[in-house]
T-cell receptor, first 115, second 112 residues
Framework: DAGVTQSPTHLIKTRGQHVTLRCSPI?????VSWYQQVLGQGPQFIFQ???????GRGNFPDRFSARQFPNYSSELNVNALLLGDSALYLC??????????????FGAGSRLTVL | QQQVKQSPQSLIVQKGGISIINCAYE??????FPWYQQFPGKGPALLIA?????SEKKEGRFTISFNKSAKQFSLHIMDSQPGDSATYFC???????????FGTGTKLQVIP
């Protein structure tokens, strides 16, 4: 059974550009979360979607947005990229939203470099 | 606001030794404390987790010790192996909320 898949794996953008990152959850998982992991730091929560609705949002500016599609895949959009947006963007899926109720499975991430 | 503090930042242990990573939290509403293991080029993977009504949980060579009054918890890796070399993150979450709050990570190197 396939795990969480993310695309692209690596990408390079310049300041001011826009980026879209994509995530396919494990089959049967209806909850998708996005995390940002800056080099040398722990992941930071950006968004969670469950049943196509936003269920949680971290402390990120409005330049960050996301959505979940009817097949439960998700995309994360970041507008007006800044150098500080350079990071590994992780997607995690689970059956239900509560991390304590089930295992959160992470993908390998999309490595974004902003020049 | 860093709600989960983790130490040390890096750790070198000889093969067969015990690796100990410590974490402290501030929010008493947290009720689920997982540890994640991350290898280079991979996403974090759940290693072991504990709830605050239990003081210790053991799974194979991995043990979590939990001190609710001190708001501290730690991961012990017994008989550490080179294959355990990875970055370890402690984390915390609270019931009904979606986000997991991660510590800053500990890079463990187990040398032969």
């Amino acid at each position: 059974d396939a795990g969480v898949t993310q695309s692209p794996t690596h990408l390079i953008k310049t300041r001011g550009q826009h980026v879209t990152l994509r995530c396919s959850p494990i089959s049967g998982h209806k909850s998708v979360s996005w995390y940002q992991q800056v080099l040398g730091q722990g992941p930071q929560f950006i968004f969670q979607y469950y049943e196509k609705e936003e269920r949680g949002r971290g402390n990120f500016p409005d330049r960050f947005s996301a959505r979940q599609f009817p097949n439960y895949s998700s995309e994360l959009n970041v507008n007006a990229l800044l150098l500080g947006d350079s990071a590994l963007y992780l997607c995690a899926s689970s059956l239900v939203p509560d991390p304590g109720a089930n295992v959160l499975t992470f993908g390998a991430g999309s490595r974004l470099t902003v020049l | 606001q860093q709600q989960v503090k983790q130490s040390p930042q890096s750790l070198i242990v000889q093969k067969g030794g015990i690796s100990i990573i410590n974490c402290a939290y501030e929010n008493t509403a947290f009720d689920y404390f997982p540890w994640y293991q991350q290898f280079p080029g991979k996403g974090p993977a759940l290693l072991i987790a504990i709830r605050p009504d239990v003081s210790e949980k053991k799974e194979g060579r991995f043990t979590i010790s939990f001190n609710k009054s001190a708001k501290q918890f730690s991961l012990h890796i017994m008989d550490s192996q080179p294959g355990d070399s990875a970055t370890y993150f402690c984390a915390a979450s609270k019931g009904g909320y979606q986000k997991v709050t991660f510590g800053t990570g500990t890079k463990l190197q187990v040398i032969p």
